[in-house]
């Protein structure tokens, strides 16, 4: 079997286990809803007790366009391959693929692309339901031109957001129970890469930090791209730094996998 059968295989066998435990998809789609009904009407009376036009940077109809579409992008990216490849390592699982003529970080990667599959269109046709409804109840206009660049700065996100916790998972090698950092580390990087509120509430200095971090090109700035608060020009200059972040946590991720079967090895002999 050819090495792109074998990612291949990976993928179908991860969307047809999502396909089979319907009633958790439903639950997490559910899941992903209810939190941003409530960002929406927290931001409906923060702004109806303002007298300011704007927060944060935002006027009322660009940030309940933000709370939505964080939302659904936070859902979109989210890979889950932290817990998966701990469980590999902890279970002994990950020694099969020690001899074997694949790669395991593509291969994870397509199982997690064929399990999240079906949760990743939903979110993508329940955002731009969203935003068809937005447009016709809130003041703001998306440009088309906006809207072909968020395509592939969206996909890029959701491989970058891989990447970082597949970096994050290598810890696992050197750490015997890491779940409980896994979770945490999952909720701070949702809330400072701007998945529950734009960066822009932590400040300017955050903000200018933020530019040199991988973690907001996985939420804030796809958003912003969306929302037109970026130029195509500028867009552009997004998607190359992305592509940037991709091939270095790749190479990274590459770099402390043989680091970390090295050790695997030894001690398991």
């Known amino acids: 079997m050819g090495s792109f059968q074998k990612y291949k295989a990976s993928f179908l066998v991860g969307l047809v286990n999502s396909m089979e435990y319907r009633f958790d998809f439903f639950m997490d ?118 809207a072909l660049f968020f395509i592939p700065a969206l996909l890029f996100a959701a491989v970058l957001n891989y990447y970082i916790f597949f970096n994050l998972s290598m810890m696992a090698f050197w750490l015997t129970e890491i779940g409980s950092f896994f979770h945490a580390m999952k909720v701070v990087i949702m809330v400072i890469s701007g998945g529950v509120f734009p960066i822009t509430v932590f400040g300017d200095t955050f903000l200018a930090i933020s530019k040199f971090l991988p973690l907001s090109y996985t939420i804030n700035f796809p958003i912003q791209i969306l929302s037109g608060q970026i130029a195509w020009i500028d867009s552009l200059n997004i998607l190359g730094l992305q592509l940037l972040w991709i091939i270095l946590l790749a190479s990274l991720s590459r770099w402390l996998w043989n680091r970390g079967i090295k050790k695997y090895v030894a001690v398991g002999g």
Do not use: C
């Not at 899941?31 to 940077?57: D, E």
């Not at 990743?120 to 955002?127: F, R």
């Open 29 to 146: 789609i559910l899941s992903t809803i209810f939190p941003i009904i409530l960002q929406v009407f927290l931001w409906i009376a923060m702004y109806n007790q303002s007298a300011k036009g704007s927060m944060y940077g935002y006027t009322f109809s660009e940030m309940i366009l933000y709370v939505v579409v964080a939302g659904a992008v936070s859902k979109f990216t989210s890979s889950g391959i932290e817990e998966v490849v701990n469980e590999d390592i902890h279970t002994g699982g990950i020694a099969k693929y020690i001899t074997k003529p694949v790669s395991y970080i593509l291969f994870r990667l397509a199982g997690i692309l064929g399990q999240k599959f079906s949760s990743m269109i939903t979110m993508l046709l329940l955002t731009i339901s969203s935003l068809f409804i937005l447009q016709m109840t809130v003041d703001f206009h998306i440009e088309p031109v906006s």
